[in-house]
């Protein structure tokens, strides 16, 4: 299996604009997580799926954060607007229900400029 | 309020040496902990857990113990080898909800 697959791996973008990152999680997965990572707070979980419905949002920072996973193998995180304090690296992992030991993927840096 | 602490930002240990890497939590529904290496520019990689049913937990050269009690819990690395230099993050979880990180130790081994 590839892993995580997170694309894209960089993203540069002007203050104000969507940003969307996407995740496929590892084929059979049915939990889906996405983290942010940044110098002051670490590692922060954002949100979390099961079977690709939305159980615990309440890591999301604000409502310009909007997360959604169509089906069992594809999951977006969306800013809209973008501000230059959500630069970070944001991780998606994956793992199977019940089971704690998730496998991220490579991370997307995001720069707002 | 974080409820996942690693005090030391960074370690430095001879090869060959024991590395020892310590964690503090403060909340006592966790009951399930988990140490996860990071790389520069890559994600964290799963290392090694330990459910709160036990105290101790082996893996090769990695082993982690855990004191509830203390809500204390370490990661040794014996013998430490160069390829261990990494980012160390301690984690947990209440009923495999999620993780709650620490902010992560930069363990380095020195030749």
């Known amino acids: 299996d590839a892993g995580v697959i997170q694309s894209p791996r960089h993203e540069v973008t002007e203050m104000g604009q969507e940003v969307t990152l996407r995740c496929k999680p590892i084929?059979?997965?049915?939990?889906l997580f996405w983290y942010r990572q940044t110098m002051m707070r670490g590692l922060e979980l954002l949100i979390y799926?099961?079977?690709?419905?939305?159980?615990?949002d309440s890591g999301m920072p604000e409502d310009r954060f909007s997360a959604k996973m169509p089906n069992a193998s594809f999951s977006t995180l969306k800013i809209q607007p973008s501000e230059p304090r959500d630069s970070a690296v944001y991780f998606c992992?994956?793992?199977?229900?019940?089971?704690?030991?998730?496998?991220f993927g490579q991370g997307t840096r995001l720069t707002v400029v | 309020d974080q409820q996942v602490k690693q005090n030391s930002p960074s370690l430095s240990v001879q090869e060959g040496r024991i590395s020892i890497l310590n964690c503090d939590y403060t909340?006592?529904?966790?009951?399930?902990f988990l140490w996860y290496k990071k790389y520069p520019a890559e994600g964290p990689t799963f290392l090694i857990s330990?459910?709160?049913?036990?105290d101790k937990n082996e893996d090769g050269r990695f082993t982690v113990f855990l004191n509830k009690s203390a809500k204390h819990l370490s990661l040794h690395i014996v013998p430490s080898q160069p390829g261990d230099s990494a980012v160390y993050f301690c984690?947990?979880?209440?009923?495999?909800?999620?993780?709650?990180f620490g902010k992560g130790t930069h363990l380095i081994i020195q030749p």
């Open positions: 799926f099961n079977n690709n419905v939305p159980i615990d």
């Open positions: 084929s059979g997965h049915n939990s």
């Open positions: 992992a994956s793992s199977y229900t019940g089971f704690t030991e998730a496998f």
């Open positions: 984690a947990a979880s209440v009923r495999a909800d999620g993780l709650t």
């Open positions: 909340n006592s529904m966790f009951d399930y």
């Open positions: 330990i459910s709160s049913i036990k």
